[in-house]
C-alpha cells in the first residue's frame, strides 16, 4: 500500500492496538491527538536522525547580498528553507574537498569561500516529504515514531512503553540500515605522499578514489 499520511496513521493505531481512521478528518479524538503530533513536526524529527539516502539534496548557494558580516568571515549563506540537516559542505561541485572554514549560526553559515556546495537532508515535496520514495523500514519507523508519541494520551499508557521504544530503536537502526545500502562505495582520501609516488612512476588514479564525500 502507498504510503500517505492516513496509512502512517493507521500504522501507529495498529501498533497500539486501536481502531483504525476511516480519513484524515473522521471526527474521533484519536484523529484529533495524531494530527497534534502531526502538526509537531513529527515527520521533520524523524528526517533529522539520520542521512537519509533518499532525501538528500545537493545545492550550490552564493553569497547572500542582504546580509553583510561585520566581522570575521567575508560571506554568509542562507540555509535553504527546505534544510533538516547537513550532510555536508564543500568547495567543489564534485563534493570532493569539504569546506573547513566556515560557521554554522542560525539561518545561515559563514565562510571565506563563494560560491559554497551543500548536500543535506531536504524535506521539500520532491525529497524528504516525498511519500513515493519512502524505502519501506523508515515508512515502519515514521508509524512507530507516531505510536510512541501518541501513546499516552490515546492508551492512557495501556501499552508497555519499555517495549515499544525498544522498538523504536530497532526501527531506527533498521531504517538506517537499508539506506546506507543505496550509498555509493567510499574510498579513504589519498595522501599527497601516496599521489606524489603515484605522479612520479607516471601513474594515475587507478580506482575511484574520488568518490568520497565531504
Do not use: H
Amino acid at each position: 500500500m502507498a504510503v500517505s499520511q492516513l496509512s502512517l496513521y493507521n500504522g501507529a493505531l495498529t501498533i497500539l492496538g486501536e481502531r483504525k481512521l476511516s480519513s484524515l478528518t473522521e471526527n474521533r479524538e484519536t484523529q484529533y491527538k495524531l494530527t497534534d503530533i502531526w502538526d509537531n513536526d513529527a515527520v521533520n524529527r524523524c528526517l533529522q536522525m539520520g542521512q537519509w539516502n533518499f532525501a538528500m539534496r545537493a545545492v550550490q548557494l552564493d553569497a547572500s547580498p542582504s546580509v553583510t558580516p561585520s566581522f570575521g568571515y567575508q560571506y554568509a549563506f542562507d540555509k535553504p528553507t527546505d534544510y533538516i540537516r547537513l550532510s555536508g559542505l564543500c568547495t567543489d561541485e564534485y563534493y570532493k574537498n569539504p569546506l573547513l572554514g566556515y560557521v554554522d549560526e542560525a539561518s545561515w553559515w559563514f565562510s571565506n569561500q563563494d560560491p559554497i556546495y551543500v548536500r543535506y537532508v531536504s524535506n521539500d515535496a520532491s525529497y524528504g516529504m516525498d511519500y513515493s520514495i519512502w524505502p519501506g523500514n523508515f515508512a515502519e519507523f515514521v508509524e512507530l515514531y507516531i505510536a510512541q508519541k501518541a501513546a499516552a494520551t490515546i492508551t492512557g499508557l495501556a501499552v508497555d512503553m519499555s517495549l515499544l521504544d525498544a522498538r523504536v530503536d530497532r526501527a531506527l537502526k533498521r531504517a538506517k540500515g537499508t539506506d546506507a545500502m543505496e550509498e555509493p562505495v567510499k574510498f579513504p582520501q589519498q595522501g599527497t605522499w601516496s599521489r606524489a609516488r603515484q605522479g612520479s612512476r607516471g601513474g594515475g588514479d587507478r580506482g575511484n578514489t574520488g568518490s568520497l564525500i565531504g
